[in-house]
């Protein structure tokens, strides 16, 4: 059971936008920021988006974020075929003193 | 090239121990926090624990305290996770990380622990 809350899965076909939410609480989202990883079949991580909304270099401007009280969405607009990845929400929960993740969002492009 | 490169795991027999290792290169790595996070089979990442930059706070996920401890050697750019007392349920892939204190933002290949008899 994941500290952070997302839903297993979510799809769509290429060019469409497609959302994925993460939910949590006042000791992690609630007073942190939320960060966004993308894992690859096969790859090692990678870091999405930092700061709830801030993209890394790199990172092309189709994904986006936002974040309300204790939820967080991710936005992948124009989707294409290379986002079919596992996308995991992070934050650091001042209760436990650590990094709390989601449990993972398989997104697939149709 | 900044890059993390995970070594040392393997298959192990429940309650036996492992030692795993990370070696930095391309940045000053004594200046960043550095990380433990793990990936089970089929499920999801997991952080498993945290070192900050002189040693002086560290931190476990509570299903690894009191079993795994974690070390840095600054001055050859090294980061370890000594795990004791093994279980089938450690069995993951497991990446050691960056903490630019802007996400983890760089992460090793991985390494594959295996607990089993």
């Known amino acids: 059971q994941s500290v952070l809350t997302q839903p297993p899965a979510a799809s769509g076909t290429p060019g469409q936008r497609v959302t994925i939410s993460c939910s949590g609480s006042t000791s992690n989202i609630g007073r942190q920021t939320v960060d966004w990883y993308q894992q690859s079949p096969g790859a090692a991580p990678k870091l999405l988006m930092y700061g709830n909304t801030q993209r890394p270099s790199g990172v092309p401007d189709r994904f986006s974020g936002s974040k309300s009280g204790t939820s967080v969405s991710l936005a992948i607009s124009g989707l294409q075929p290379e986002d079919e990845a596992d996308y995991y929400c992070?934050?650091?929960?001042?209760?436990?003193?650590?990094?709390?993740f989601g449990g993972g969002t398989k997104l697939t492009v149709l | 090239e900044v890059q993390l490169v995970e070594s040392g795991g393997g298959l192990v027999q429940p309650g036996r121990a492992l030692r795993l290792s990370c070696v930095a290169s391309g940045f000053t790595f004594s200046s960043y926090r550095m990380t433990w996070v793990r990936r089970v089979p089929g499920e999801g990442l997991v952080w498993v624990s945290y070192i900050n930059t002189d040693v002086t706070s560290t931190n476990y996920a509570d299903s690894v305290k009191g079993r795994f401890t974690i070390s840095r050697d600054n001055a050859k750019n090294m980061l370890y996770l000594q795990m004791n007392s093994l279980r089938a349920e450690d069995t993951a892939v497991y990446y050691c990380?960056?903490?630019?204190?802007?996400?983890?933002?760089?992460w090793g290949q991985g390494t594959m622990v295996t607990v089993s008899s």
């Open positions: 990380a960056r903490d630019s204190g802007n996400g983890l933002d760089i």
């Open positions: 992070a934050a650091w929960d001042v209760s436990l003193n650590g990094w709390v």
